[in-house]
């Protein structure tokens, strides 16, 4: 079973432009994050997916590899057309603006494929147990809940549940935006249409779930730094001092 890591990374971001080429102690947000999946050593091969000739040009000079794609609406439409011609079985999607993603995480995604005999999973993700009221409430962190098997029932930057009975506890995960998908089923997707809910919340994964297929979640207690805004790239460089 061959797999690859991909990292999309755009250069305009609506909240934060240019934000994977600020500088995270000697090196760029892509760099750091490139170098530190592939340092993992989990992956075949590591690829960064622009549409960014600095982005492109970055990646390269570091040595490392870099796909050119044309501009898409998500991150996994850009992957898709980079791995259409690799060769490979899985395709980890790594976030280009989460530089320090560690290596357990990543091993339990491709676990999933490795237990997956029957292979009837066709994209499998992470989520993370939130306990602050003020991260439950930020429409920043999307929200996931599960069926007693863990696939994803479904994505929201609302509060979901809602918590109308009081007396009863409930815990509330955040989706990290890491994906594993087998490639065929990432080929898929870019072949369907948006539909109303992922037009609505923006968020990708729940086009999955509008055609009827599966999202095993898997929780993770790895804390990382997404950088979206300058606050949280001023809290990446702290974590890296």
């Given at each position: 079973m061959?797999?690859?890591a991909?990292?999309?990374?755009?250069y305009?971001?609506?909240?934060?432009?240019?934000?994977l080429m600020?500088?995270l102690?000697e090196?760029t947000?892509?760099?750091t994050t490139?170098?530190n999946v592939l340092?993992?050593?989990?992956f075949n091969e590591?690829f960064?997916?622009t549409d960014?000739?600095?982005i492109?040009?970055?990646?390269?000079?570091?040595?490392g590899?870099a796909?050119m794609?044309?501009?898409?609406e998500?991150?996994?439409?850009r992957?898709a057309?980079?791995?259409?011609?690799?060769?490979?079985?899985i395709?980890?999607n790594?976030q280009?603006?989460?530089?320090?993603?560690k290596?357990?995480?990543?091993?339990?995604?491709?676990e999933?494929?490795k237990?997956?005999?029957?292979?009837?999973i066709?994209?499998a993700?992470l989520?993370l147990k939130?306990?602050?009221?003020e991260?439950i409430?930020?429409?920043n962190n999307v929200?996931v809940?599960?069926d007693?098997?863990?696939?994803?029932l479904?994505?929201?930057r609302?509060?979901?549940?809602f918590h109308?009975?009081?007396?009863?506890?409930v815990?509330y995960?955040k989706?990290?935006?890491?994906?594993?998908f087998?490639?065929?089923a990432l080929?898929?997707?870019?072949?369907?249409?948006?539909?109303?809910?992922e037009i609505s919340?923006?968020?990708e994964?729940?086009?999955?779930?509008e055609?009827g297929?599966?999202?095993k979640m898997?929780?993770?207690h790895?804390?990382g730094?997404?950088?979206?805004?300058p606050?949280?790239?001023?809290?990446?460089?702290e974590l890296?001092r």
């Amino acid at each position: 079973m061959k797999i690859i890591a991909v990292i999309p990374a755009r250069y305009e971001a609506s909240r934060f432009p240019a934000k994977l080429m600020q500088m995270l102690g000697e090196k760029t947000v892509i760099t750091t994050t490139y170098q530190n999946v592939l340092e993992t050593g989990l992956f075949n091969e590591v690829f960064v997916a622009t549409d960014s000739e600095i982005i492109f040009d970055e990646i390269i000079k570091s040595g490392g590899k870099a796909v050119m794609t044309g501009q898409h609406e998500t991150g996994s439409d850009r992957i898709a057309e980079a791995v259409k011609n690799i060769d490979c079985d899985i395709v980890i999607n790594v976030q280009g603006d989460e530089p320090f993603l560690k290596l357990e995480p990543l091993k339990q995604l491709i676990e999933v494929f490795k237990e997956d005999h029957n292979q009837e999973i066709s994209l499998a993700s992470l989520k993370l147990k939130l306990i602050d009221k003020e991260e439950i409430e930020s429409p920043n962190n999307v929200k996931v809940i599960t069926d007693n098997n863990g696939f994803a029932l479904y994505f929201s930057r609302s509060v979901i549940p809602f918590h109308r009975e009081i007396s009863y506890h409930v815990d509330y995960f955040k989706h990290i935006g890491v994906y594993a998908f087998r490639k065929h089923a990432l080929i898929q997707f870019s072949q369907l249409d948006m539909k109303p809910l992922e037009i609505s919340e923006k968020i990708e994964c729940i086009r999955y779930l509008e055609y009827g297929m599966k999202i095993k979640m898997i929780e993770t207690h790895f804390v990382g730094v997404g950088i979206d805004t300058p606050e949280d790239l001023e809290r990446a460089r702290e974590l890296l001092r």
